[in-house]
Structure formats: C-alpha cells, structure tokens
C-alpha cells in the first residue's frame, strides 16, 4: 500500500475523515526510506482507493480494522491483512477500508527494502506478505512497543530508530545489482537490458536472477515501472501525451495508453482527470 500514490476514487475516505502525519527519512536513510507515514480513518464508512504502480515497498503496522487489497483488480472477500509487507507490483492495486484503519507504514526504496528485510524480493513481489509470515521476532515485538503508544509522533520516532538501526546493521550488499538500479533509476528506465548487461559484463539471463533478488523483479519490470512514473511526472506538469510517449521512450502513444491501463487501470486522459 502506497499512501503517496494516485487515488482514483470509488468512493474516496472524506478529506475530514482521516488525520495523516508525514515524515520524511533523515538524510542518512533517505537513499533507503522515502517516508514515514501515521495514517487513522476517524469516520466509519466503505471506501476504496486505486494506487498505480510505483517504486514504494511499503510495510505496514496495523493497530486498527484490517485493509482489504487486490492486486490488478477489486480484493475478494478472503484479502484482508492487518500488518504487512509488499514487494513490487507493475499493476493497479485496490484497497478497500471501513473507517477504522490506524497504522504505521514505512515506504522503502526497493534497495532499501532489501536491506532492511535481508530476504529475496522475489519473496515479496506481487505478492501481500502478513508480518506474522516473515518469522522476524523482532518485527513482532515492534508492533506490540508501537501499540503501547498512543501518541502519533512518538510511534514515528520510535519506528524510525527501529529502521535506521536495522538499515545500518544490514549485511544485504549486491554491487551488481545496485550498479544496474542506479543506472536505470538515472535514466527512467529508458535503457535497453541487453546493453545494461553487456555493461555490467552479465548476460541478460544472469542479471535478471541477481536482480530479482534483490529488488524483486527483474529489470525490464521495474525499468517500465520507472518510465510509467516519468510519464505521469511529465503529464501533471502539463506536457503533451505524444511528446511524454517520446520522452519517456515508449514507441508510440498506443504503446503508452497500455502502460496505462496496466499500470494504472485506466487510461491517460482518465488517470489524469482522478488526479
């Protein structure tokens, strides 16, 4: 779940129903962590929020009613999940709540989040991951030190000692993999993945293994998530829909109308109308 990301509404939470503290990472994890968010619903209701696809892991802590979330469509009644974890996913994702949500979400970087959970990313890709399921004691016992705290600004100052703590401990290091994040974190995924390897001196079979693990999906996964972002940064700013496609390297404004819909679930003209 992504609280940052573009809502497409359905009915949307009332814009007095909710109360949302951010906090931006400290310099020293910035590269790992983007925000630190409290988020509680104050008014009971059914509401459903579309996110697009984008570059946050999120975790989640949940001290409230439980979210219920579908990947690429609306969630079925057996989706629910309370404290979670969530890799990549170049989809749409919905979520539905009832207005008794409160919650900590940490939204990592994909490096980031490798580092700070110290498993493969595949294992978290596409995929809702209950907190109970990643078997990390400590994660558990952070839950309940946040539970006992009722004040938004002390869960987050202790969330975030929690993870900078962790995040400097950390043993996860690919420089492969890292050296082929930047590179295309640098050009929006517009870069060809055969040339990447042929830099990187890999072949396109063996980067995409150390790849997934450690980001979670391969790099021609995550290089279109990154030019679908540019594509949405260029539309707010007010550019053209055929010179955003050029821009962002898609072969043709078809080609990113697809984009679109699969990484959004509507089109362009739709997507920037809800946003």
């Known amino acids: ?11 949307p939470v009332p814009p007095d129903g909710f109360e949302m503290l951010r906090r931006p990472a400290a310099f020293g ?8 968010i409290h988020y509680r619903e104050t008014i009971p209701g059914l509401f459903r929020k579309v996110e697009t696809a984008s570059l946050v892991v999120p975790l989640v802590i949940s001290f409230g009613t439980p979210f219920a979330i579908g ?3 609306d969630p079925g009644s057996d989706e629910t999940y309370g404290s979670f974890a969530s890799g990549l996913f170049p989809g749409q994702v919905v979520i539905h709540s009832t207005g008794f949500s409160d919650c900590i979400q940490v939204n990592f970087t994909p490096l980031g989040a490798w580092r700070f959970f110290g498993l493969p990313m595949s294992e978290l890709a596409a995929r809702m991951v ?17 539970a006992d705290l009722a004040d938004p600004v002390r869960r987050l100052d202790l969330i975030e000692s929690f993870v900078a703590g ?9 420089p492969v993999s890292e050296a082929a994040y930047e590179l295309l974190l640098r050009r929006n995924g517009d870069v060809r993945i055969s040339r990447l390897a042929a830099r990187l001196d890999l ?12 980001i979670g999906v391969p790099p021609k996964t995550l290089a279109r998530i990154m030019r679908f ?3 949405q940064q260029l539309a707010r700013a007010g550019e053209d829909w055929a010179d955003i496609a050029a821009a962002c390297g898609y072969a043709d404004q078809a080609h990113l109308t697809r ?3 699969e990484m959004s679930g509507s089109t362009p003209t739709a997507w920037k109308a809800a946003a």
Not at 29 to 36: D, L, T, Y
Not at 130 to 146: K, T
Not at 203 to 214: G, Q, V
């Open 166 to 174: 962790r995040l400097l401990r950390s043993a996860a290091h690919d």
């Open 29 to 36: 994890i910035s590269s790992c962590v983007h925000e630190f």
């Open 259 to 261: 984009e679109f819909q």
């Open 203 to 214: 072949s396109r079979k063996h980067l995409a293994e150390r790849f997934r693990a450690a």
């Open 71 to 73: 990947l690429g469509r």
């Open 130 to 146: 209950a907190l109970d399921d990643l078997a990390q004691s400590d994660m558990r016992e952070l839950r309940q030190r946040l």
């Open 1 to 11: 779940m992504d609280m940052h990301a573009t809502s497409v509404p359905g009915p």
């Open 229 to 231: 972002n540019r594509a």
